[in-house]
């Protein structure tokens, strides 16, 4: 099953313009990750925010997390058109030996 | 290795076929998952492996799959009377720290095994 559900489905931006995208869950949360793929191939790691965190920074990355409405957000600033990807929210729970991935969101970036 | 390494990359098989798909983790990664992601949805958990021994299999759909890492680095997995169903990417991921240790556990993935079945 899936835990998280991201928000929207698909975002098409010019590049330069900020995208955000939005993760809902459903359990209480250890941490909360954002992984990136490109081409439907292998995901790679963004960043990591622990449930005891509100805001988190990485370079033109900014991650939110609100634990009581049991939702995060991506933004990311100044977008370029190798941002083009999909985006995956994933949630680590105690009790859970997994990483819980959403159904992602489908980023184009045009130039 | 440097990254996680999966082979095949694309496997075409036909119905009722054996398949075996191997992944290579990260040198000294002790934690190996396999997920397995169907278009246009997330990775699914399918096993969580801590050295040599399967820590979590909840995630296999059914007695045709298994997977086994024998000597706490390389694992296979291997999908018995492949059904259409089966068609998938495979996804294998290795982690320094396995869940339930202490601090926070980031995933390195591999590109990838692409599972067509016929």
């Known amino acids: 099953s899936q835990q998280g559900e991201e928000d929207p489905q698909a975002l098409s931006i010019q590049e330069g313009e900020n995208a955000t995208m939005n993760c809902s869950y459903k359990?209480?949360?250890?941490?909360l990750q954002w992984y990136r793929q490109n081409s439907g191939r292998g995901l790679v790691h963004l960043i990591l925010?622990?449930?005891?965190?509100r805001e988190k920074h990485s370079g033109r990355l900014r991650v939110t997390l609100d634990t009581s409405k049991k939702s995060s957000s991506l933004l990311i600033t100044a977008s370029r058109a190798a941002d083009t990807a999909s985006y995956f929210c994933a949630t680590f729970s105690s009790g859970y030996s997994t990483l819980t991935f959403g159904k992602g969101t489908m980023l184009l970036v045009s130039p | 290795g440097a990254g996680v390494s999966q082979t095949p990359s694309n496997k075409v098989t036909e119905k009722g076929k054996y398949v075996e798909l191997r992944c290579d983790p990260i040198?000294?990664?002790?934690?190996l998952y396999w997920y397995r992601q169907s278009l246009g949805q997330g990775p699914e958990f399918l096993i969580y492996f801590q050295g040599t021994g399967a820590a979590d299999d909840s995630g296999l759909p059914n007695d045709r799959f298994f997977a086994v890492r024998p000597e706490g680095s390389v694992s296979t997995l291997k999908i018995q009377r492949t059904e259409r169903g089966d068609s998938a990417v495979y996804l294998c991921a290795s982690s320094q720290q396995g869940f339930g240790t202490p601090g926070a556990n980031v995933l390195t993935f591999g590109a990838g095994s692409r599972l067509t079945v016929l």
């Open positions: 359990t209480s949360i250890n941490n």
């Open positions: 925010i622990r449930s005891n965190e």
């Open positions: 040198s000294g990664h002790t934690a």
